[in-house]
């Protein structure tokens, strides 16, 4: 079979990427553009209208980088959820008019999946365990069955989102859990949190809500308060993964998303492998984040299973689960 090109999307939240991969495996480029909010969190209308603004250059960047031309594309991939309602769309109409312009298959891609995907092509994981950290994600899964099943996952807000408001509030940069990892390290009492772990699943609110309470009283240090945040949502998430890992018994665990760029949750899950005699892989730095090379590499995988999307069934999926996608390419 001839080689496949695929160009990617992603368009979930303040991350607009373009990515080209092969069908050997190779990630021809991987070019980005991130929208930035003045202050606060992300306005999901202003990421839309940056995208909008930026999807020019930068598919112009990952065609000059993967040194293809626009005919020599085979296949258009599109993150089609789950994330930000004008955000998707922004990266949907482009990828449509791709694929009509260019007259090539279109394929609708999970973006929790993609981020396993591009996880596995990355570390060599062939059946992990894997834990899926970022701003708006938390989800412990594994493939069983066709699908990837949830083991676990947040009740509320996602652990990256936790993060950031708490580093919002303190006056850190955007985006702002890389400074909470930093001054975490210079942190020197323990200050207790709740913990809150139900049955399988996490809540971060309350945990965040205390975190904030103890920040305004001016009353704790800052660095205190960042590893006490850290220790305590990572232990939430070691516990939950730990009896997953040993309920499923996989050989692999797998750490991505854009949380898995933390060294301190990366040293939880590696103990936890450890312990259980599994392989313990990261995602690299370049694909933690959200990115076009996890959705053209996913998208190439459903594409050779037979997967389509016609234009007229292309609409997002904002609220698009995990466990509702068929997995052909892992039967």
């Known amino acids: 079979m001839d080689e496949v090109i695929c160009l990617g999307i992603e368009s979930t939240a303040d991350d607009l990427g373009v990515g080209i991969a092969t069908s050997e495996g190779a ?3 991987n070019e980005k553009s991130t929208y930035t909010p003045e202050r606060g ?7 839309a209208r940056h995208h909008s603004a930026q999807v020019g250059s930068v598919l112009d960047s990952a ?3 993967a040194g293809v031309g626009p005919k020599e594309i085979d296949v258009i991939a599109f993150s089609q959820g789950p994330g930000m309602g004008p955000c998707l769309r922004t990266g949907a109409t482009v990828a449509r008019a791709l694929s009509i312009y260019l007259d090539v298959p279109l394929v609708g891609v999970n ?9 596995r092509l990355a570390t060599g994981a062939e059946d992990p365990l894997t834990l899926f950290v970022s701003g708006g994600n938390t989800i412990v899964t594994g493939y069983e069955a066709g699908r990837y099943r949830i083991f676990g996952e947040t009740l509320d807000i996602a652990v990256g989102n936790c993060l950031d408001v708490f580093a919002r509030e303190a006056g850190f940069p955007y985006p702002g859990a890389p400074e909470v990892e930093r001054r975490a390290l210079k942190g020197e009492r323990f200050i207790p949190l709740p913990y809150v772990v139900k049955g399988m699943d996490l809540s971060f609110s309350g ?3 205390s975190a904030l309470e103890k920040l305004r009283s001016g009353r704790y240090r800052v660095e205190d308060l960042c590893m006490s945040l850290q220790e305590v949502a990572f232990s939430m998430l ?3 993964t730990e009896r997953a890992l040993a309920h499923t018994r996989k050989p692999e665990l797998l750490l991505t998303g854009g949380v898995a760029a933390n060294r301190r949750l990366q040293a939880v899950m590696r103990a936890i492998a450890e312990e259980h005699g599994a392989e313990s892989y990261v995602v690299p730095l370049e694909y933690a984040l959200d990115n076009g090379a996890m959705i053209a590499w996913t998208g190439l995988l459903a594409y050779l299973s037979g997967v389509r999307t016609p234009v007229e069934e292309s609409l997002i999926r904002p609220r698009w689960r995990l466990d509702e996608v068929e997995i052909p390419w892992l039967r």
């Open 41 to 47: 969190g992300i306005h999901p209308r202003e990421a």
């Open 63 to 65: 065609l000059a980088k």
């Open 207 to 209: 945990l965040l809500t």
């Open 238 to 240: 070691g516990e939950v």
């Open 111 to 119: 973006h929790a999946v993609a981020h396993i995907e591009i996880g």
């Open 27 to 29: 990630i021809l480029a």
